[in-house]
């Protein structure tokens, strides 16, 4: 969350925003003008990657100023590409549109949480795997994360409705793993920030897997291959979680190497921009890609159905397999093969 205490006016969240091309004083004055309330050039450039949080020396939380200025403001393209998505989750939110469905699973065995998403958004088989075996499983509007609502202007979601989403869960009466990063964010991160309760027990997936995987290990074949990491834009909220996904890919035989777009350098899957600024979005992917297949990777591992949907296009192009996390995890368990025709 913003705190203007923190600020000192450094610059370094854009100078260091690769969405704009700012020196130290245009970052300067933008910040300024954002602190007073005020409109700034940087709402319309800023594709709510969140990296200006990370590149922040003193915790202010910069990206988080920015999407309430941008929902204030109202007249950037994401603010106004993102209208019918937010009018739609308030609608879903007091229960008129999207109703949870839920296939229900064992009594002694945890939920699974998808957020919003629709079972189509993950890879065929998903719910079927050994890996969520007889847990409960549940999507629906009323369990919407609202941390990726900053994609669409607006920040202001998980305030107002923080609380309720979490209460639903809570009514499931059961422990909660999410698939979803930003759903996880919602418990772990922005429910302190707002005070929230959070009245279950949670746990990321990746701690999740990582379990799962250690106590099947004798089911592993090491996979041997090289893979580029796609991290979700809020995984920069939860740096510590990324030592549950290095675990993961060791438990699976794959090696992540060092390239130029991971941890803080990491570039936007380019969900929120694909409507808004296209050209830009393409030029991204192509660094992104390029990048990754520099790097000798044999597949992009995505942990968000957003990314994984918005990187399907350049993963044709490029030959480069984007894999969701749960299907890499298959993969190594025998349940799939790696892609075909592949690298
Ligand atoms: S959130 Fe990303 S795009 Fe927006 S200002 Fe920060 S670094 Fe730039
Ligand atoms: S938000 Fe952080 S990085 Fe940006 S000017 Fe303030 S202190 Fe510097």
Redesign the pocket.
């Known amino acids: 969350m913003w705190d203007a205490s923190k600020c000192n006016l450094c610059g370094d ?2 100078v ?5 091309s700012y020196d130290r004083d245009r970052a300067i004055a933008e910040i300024k003008l954002l602190m007073e309330g005020k409109d700034a050039e ?1 709402l319309s ?9 990370d ?1 922040c020396p003193t915790g202010a939380d ?2 988080n100023l ?1 999407f309430k200025m941008q929902e204030k403001i109202g007249t950037c393209p994401i603010v106004v590409v993102g209208k019918p998505l937010r009018e739609e989750l308030v609608r879903a939110l007091e229960g008129r549109e999207d109703p949870r469905q839920l296939i229900p699973g064992t009594p002694d065995k945890p939920a699974l949480s998808l957020d919003a998403f629709r079972f189509d958004y993950f890879p065929e088989g998903t719910f079927d795997s050994q890996l969520f075996k007889g847990m409960t499983i549940v999507r629906g509007g009323q369990y919407v994360s609202l941390v990726g609502y900053v994609h669409m202007g607006g920040e202001s979601f998980v305030e107002k409705y923080g609380q309720r989403v979490l209460d639903k869960l809570a009514r499931l009466g059961k422990d909660i793993v999410y698939i979803h990063n930003e759903g996880f964010v919602l418990a772990h991160v922005e429910a302190k920030e707002y005070g929230f309760k959070v009245p279950f027990k949670y746990m990321h997936l990746f701690e999740y897997l990582r379990n799962y995987l250690r106590a099947h290990k004798k089911n592993i074949t090491k996979l041997g291959k090289k893979i580029a990491y796609q991290a979700n834009c809020a995984t920069r909220l939860i740096h510590e979680y990324d030592a549950f996904l290095d675990e993961v890919f060791e438990l699976v035989g794959v090696e992540r190497p060092n390239r130029k777009y991971e941890r803080l350098n990491a570039v ?1 899957c380019t969900a929120p921009l694909i409507y808004v600024n296209r050209e830009l979005a393409v030029d991204i992917q192509k660094k992104n890609f390029e990048d990754a297949i520099a790097c000798g990777a044999d597949a992009i591992i995505t942990s968000c159905p957003f990314c994984n949907r918005v990187l399907g296009r350049p993963s044709l192009q490029f030959n480069l397999p984007n894999i969701f996390i749960t299907d890499l995890c298959r993969i190594a368990l025998g349940e799939k093969p790696w892609p075909e025709g592949s690298r």
């Open positions: 969240c854009l260091n925003c690769r969405y704009a940087i450039k800023c594709t709510t990657c969140i990296a200006c949080s590149y910069p990206s920015i936007c």
